[in-house]
């Protein structure tokens, strides 16, 4: 082959040799060759692809199969070709060694077709030939069937780019792919007497009722509520509480002689009451949820006043409020055979004026359920002692910051199919001072109807699963281990950026859908429609897939689709007329076509490519599928561990999928290389 040094001229014409000896043939005596035509010219800008784009100076090819062009101009217009002569790089950019690209071990060029002048030749180099990851440069030459080009083109340099690139799989990974934090929600009910906020946390509508009275009692007093959001004195007194209670478990511990390890986790353990025990170190002010617990720390404050037949205060009260939902997705989470969901409420006093005598307040709790059975609710202190039927204060004796209480109801649903359950709360005041007054304060309830964030759903649907509850306004993430599956991983993480509504994307805020197992879609013979049947459209025996040559250490491979079969952006998933599919395909040919490939720059990494052999220039970026050659166990493997039982994902419910090996990435334009999550 020879390096660039001994890289010949093409000869003159008229000596009968034929375009593929353009590389052997030696420099000509231009003197001696007979006066003839004009000779054709390789254009000043060669290109290679697909997808003919440019990252600096080198083009980047997405595909091993690359399209090398160049114009052609013939100033007789005589229609010409070009012969393309590719050579590896030396590290400093020249020309090292000339690639052999038709195999013959003499030439090594490859002739394009003939094309009209001013035309676009082009070639396709055989797979197999240039591998990934390589800077190669190329050249051409021309002929019009009777005249040689007695110059190459300028060099253009180019390089097979993957989409992305990783290493072969890890055999262990720390990644928890189903954990979750807490996340942030705003109420969107919280009664006429708190304002209502947008998802930033800004006023979206003012509060309707700043005061709420009760009826008079004999003598002519009444009593009035007012509820207050959270300042930064109520937050600051939520501090100290949480204080408070730790030092008191803490002393506790110690005066009964426990290590010191359990005196730390004694102090963990305060409030002892509290339902969702992670609630307390969630900062007043705002409202945290998961799939199975709510803790609202936005309610406020609530000030009661106490006055006479000309509104005169005679005392007043005011308390601080939290409530708490806590939903048992099974048996082993609930301890029953039921389905169960608890609601809570703290309430913690701040100043009871003595005129009170004493304050009770009761807590009512509202549900719109067909088949609920709902206990008595429970009181205790900030210790979990029973505390009486009601929260009780006597107004001489109280403490600001160990003096709470926790009022607990508990639901059970014995219904079938699955029931969407609406709440309601308000608190109930009464004072010792009078025998007959009270007043009411409106909580809010579980949400509007096309949020319903705080509403629980319970089931019984999931086979092989006890009746459950979730709250399924939370929308749960799925995290695919991408240290043992980095190739499904990246291959997931390219269809999140291209596809156009970004399916499953958490960056794009773009939630995927499950398929449920009481999806209403059916089948031709009216069975239900099934995972199996969406992945028959994309990648099954009618869907025109087939094996893309790879490298043997990609080993055995399976089509890969994405979005997953098992959820309604699945490319052959039909959706229904009140929720259309704008993903659906009649045929996977329809889908980006992707495969993985073994890299060639000398790394033991792979990388996924475009897979030309349906789309000539690789996927547009319009498609709304993909569906990809990967490894056998990484496409069986990447997504089995979805936890739909336990998190009760019934159909249409919405979730992300976060892909950490790749979350750096933010284009596609250049190669995004896989970092190990440790």
């Keep these: 082959m020879g390096t660039a040094a001994a890289v010949p001229t093409p000869p003159a014409p008229g000596l009968g040799v034929s375009p593929a000896e353009v590389a052997a043939a030696g420099p000509q005596d231009l003197a001696a060759i007979a006066a003839g035509g004009a000779r054709p010219v390789s254009g000043k800008a060669p290109s290679a692809g697909p997808k ?71 070639v396709t180099v055989p797979y197999g030939i240039l591998k990934p990851g390589v800077l190669y440069k190329f050249r051409t030459s021309a002929f019009d069937g009777s005249l040689y080009e007695t110059t190459w083109s300028a060099w253009a340099d180019f390089r097979i780019e993957p989409y992305v690139t990783f290493p ?26 708190l304002p209502t906020l947008d998802a930033n946390g800004a006023v979206k509508q003012k509060a309707t009722q700043e005061r709420t009275c009760g009826k008079p009692d004999a003598e002519g007093r009444k009593i009035c509520i007012e509820l207050s959001p959270p300042t930064a ?41 509290d339902l969702v025990p992670w609630c307390s170190d969630e900062p007043v002010g705002k409202d945290y949820m998961n799939r199975t617990d709510a803790c609202m720390k936005s309610i406020g404050s609530g000030t009661l006043v106490f006055v006479d037949t000309q509104d005169a205060t005679i005392g007043s009260a005011t308390f601080d409020f939290e409530q708490r939902i806590k939903t048992y997705p099974n048996k082993s989470a609930g301890g029953s055979d039921f389905a169960e969901f608890d609601q809570q409420i703290r309430i913690m006093p701040v100043l ?50 160990t003096d709470g209480r926790w009022g607990t109801r508990a639901t059970t649903w014995n219904g079938s199919g699955k029931e969407r359950i609406d709440l309601g709360w308000s608190v109930t005041a009464s004072v010792d001072a009078s025998s007959t007054a009270i007043a009411t304060a409106d909580f809010g309830t579980s949400g509007i109807a096309q949020a319903q964030e705080l509403a629980p759903r319970c089931d019984d649907i999931l086979g092989g699963a006890a009746p459950g509850c979730v709250l399924p306004f939370f929308k749960p993430i799925y995290t695919v281990d991408t240290n043992k599956y980095p190739a499904a991983g990246g291959y997931y993480w390219y269809m999140q950026q291209v596809m156009p509504d970004h399916a499953g994307s958490k960056r794009w805020d773009s939630l995927m859908h499950y398929l449920g197992p009481d999806t209403p879609v059916k089948t031709s ?8 049947n969406s992945r028959n459209v994309v990648c099954g025996t009618s869907s025109a897939w087939s094996v893309h040559p790879s490298d043997a250490s990609v080993g055995s491979v399976d089509c890969d689709e994405y979005a997953m079969a098992s959820t309604h952006e699945s490319g052959g998933y039909p959706g229904t007329a009140a929720s259309p599919n704008y993903n659906l395909v009649t045929s996977g040919t329809k889908c980006a076509q992707l495969f ?52 009760r994902m019934l159909d249409g419910d919405g979730f992300f999928v976060t892909l950490p090996g790749f979350e750096h990435c933010t284009s596609t334009a250049t190669t995004c290389a896989w970092s190990k999550i440790s």
Excluded at 259 to 267: P, Y
Excluded at 624 to 631: K, L, N, P, W, Y
């Design 52 to 122: 003919f784009s440019k990252s600096g100076t080198v083009w980047r090819v997405i595909a091993p199969e690359v399209v090398l062009r160049n114009t052609v101009t013939d100033a007789d217009g005589d229609t010409s070709n070009l012969t393309f002569q590719v050579y590896t790089t030396n590290a400093d950019g020249t020309p090292k060694a000339q690639v052999d690209l038709d195999g013959s071990g003499s030439y090594g060029v490859l002739v394009s077709p003939f094309v009209a002048s001013g035309g676009t030749a082009k």
């Design 352 to 401: 009871i004026s003595p005129a009170l005598e004493g304050v009770t307040l009761r807590w009512n709790t509202q549900s719109r359920c067909l088949a609920c059975v709902t206990s008595v609710i429970r009181w205790a202190d900030d210790f979990d002692n029973a505390a009486g039927n009601n929260a009780y204060w006597d107004a001489n004796n109280w403490n600001a910051y």
């Design 596 to 647: 993985t490939d073994k890299m060639g720059d000398g790394t033991a990494n792979f990388g996924l490519l475009a897979d030309t052999r349906t789309a000539t220039n690789g996927p547009s970026g319009t498609e709304r599928c993909g569906r990809a050659a990967i490894s056998s166990t990484q496409n069986q493997q990447a997504f089995s561990g979805f936890p739909a039982p336990a998190w």
């Design 525 to 532: 013979t009216g069975g239900t429609w099934t995972s199996d």
């Design 233 to 273: 004195a109520s937050k600051a007194r939520a501090e100290k509480r949480t204080e408070a209670l730790r030092e008191a478990e803490e002393a506790k511990a110690r005066k009964a002689g426990k290590s010191s390890a359990e005196v730390t986790a004694a102090a963990a353990d305060a409030p002892l009451a």
């Design 168 to 193: 072969a799989a890890q055999t262990s990974s720390t990644i928890d792919t189903t954990t979750q934090t807490n996340r942030e929600f705003t109420r969107t009910d919280p009664g006429p007497a």
